[in-house]
């Protein structure tokens, strides 16, 4: 017995029908002109806007395992360009999936990658417009997603200056955390299902708190060396971090899968304690120095969060 | 010894190097306002367009071999999205690329993987506006290419009439023959290089010669189907189609990989023998019947060509 006696197009047709009245026509409603089914999707800008456009692969054995719940993979999937979305302070508009399956994936296994995947999408109004779907020898998944932002305010992460401080959003180290210990489920909650700081990233924008930011997905030093890098600076990181409840400081600094926001705030600016719902932490400031060279309470940090080609 | 001595970032500076001037600094030059390197690329289109976006898969051991030169699975994983914007009757704006790389890639194969992609990219000037990069056990490539076409203006398959014409452009089955007989050069380099029809896509769309178009991938016999069914309509094909040399009849219906446009044309209108270059071909016409049903020389046909999901 065939696992898959569909072929490709029904497999689309069985897609369609999961997705929101709104995305399912051909015209995809809104500024969305067509949908998914055609050689590629229509999406109509208003003028004075700008669109921005994130893609991000996850690979089984690498970003998530077998084991792992369909669901959370297909909220995770789309949560990871929602994320670069947010760090941009754009509004997502909608996203387009790439779906490789492999031979263990069953029907079910995929409806229930597309439920997550789409019970985000739909959270954040944010409309599936095409994507491409096969077999493979490994599941792997590609995500692409677009948003929009008014003309030149999207915020970038090479526009920090020397003395902004440095916030981050939330706290730090349960992806890491829910990643090593899966038995602690707030950890792993924040592990299989983080939340894409959207309307933070709005809110930051619009009320021009941030002279630059970024998504932290592969972990603070990391991704701090980044924004300091691109924007020809150094960073002094200082205690305490804002700590995810059971991980380490070195969870904080180093480990990966957070999906907070990481800013720079000119020293003029007036940060509030919290924001769109969200804790914000001053952690350190940027410096003149060696673009991208950390500091953590005084000392060289090397960037050691997690590189996509080193492991 | 590694062959990977570098991170993420080195790979990302060591692609940035590879870029044309156009567009490896951070303002991507034109209406790509930010290049690769950030979260996501912006694109600012002008009024009164529309965006196209189309995103397609490869994966080792299905759509390429280990064997396979680098430079034309980087060609190919581009021409693929290229010719889905042909088909819309679009201009290229930009490309995404997201490459998993397998544990057989060597630096040297990245290399040549990009100069290929990059390559056909610079030939149509559709500059690399970010991706994403990482090791995996599997090579995987997804590929998004973005294009605008004028507001309202896109080809679509969903709009074809009963009594249209059904056109080709070239010659079929070459893409099959390659892969089946790498011995014969003139198809193997079709398998491996295929050209997409950007400028017949333009110049169907400028002329109004289409009231439908979409690009052959999969095979005629899977795609004319689509196209039918997508219209609500049933389809006649009769003899002789135009068969690449070598190739047998059956390669022409349900070969996939030629990469030719196919399109409908409404009976008043008159089709040049060529254009843009592209010997045109009529090999049938839209008749009312059951959508997506097709008839070969009076006989029913079942659709054969490639199928994403049955094999």
Known sequence: MSLFPQSEDDWIARIEARLP????????????????????????????????FTTDMMHEGRHFLQHHPA?????????RGLSDIAAMGARPEFTLLSLAAGPWVTPEWIDAFYDGFLALAAHFKTPLAGGDLGRAAHTAIDVVVAGSVPKGEALRRDTAKPDDL?????????????????????ALDRFLSPEPRIHLGVALRRRKLASAAMDLSDGL?????????ASGVAAHIRRPLPVFPGASEADALHGGDDYELLFAVPPSVRVPNCLAGQL???????????????LFEGEPLLPAGWDHFSR
Do not use: M, T
């Open 71 to 79: 669901f959370e993979i297909g909220w995770k999937a789309i949560c």
């Open 21 to 52: 009245v709104q995305g399912r026509s051909r015209s995809g409603g809104g500024r969305l002109v067509l949908g998914i089914g055609d050689d590629a999707a229509i999406y109509r800008p208003a003028p004075g806007e700008d669109l921005v």
């Open 166 to 186: 440095i916030y981050v959003s939330g706290r730090l180290g349960g992806g890491a955390l829910g990643l090593r210990e899966p038995s602690n489920a707030l």
């Open 280 to 294: 914000l932490h001053c952690v350190g400031k940027l410096v003149v120095g060696e673009p991208g060279r950390l």
């Open 221 to 229: 030093s990391s991704d701090l060396s980044r924004l300091a890098r």
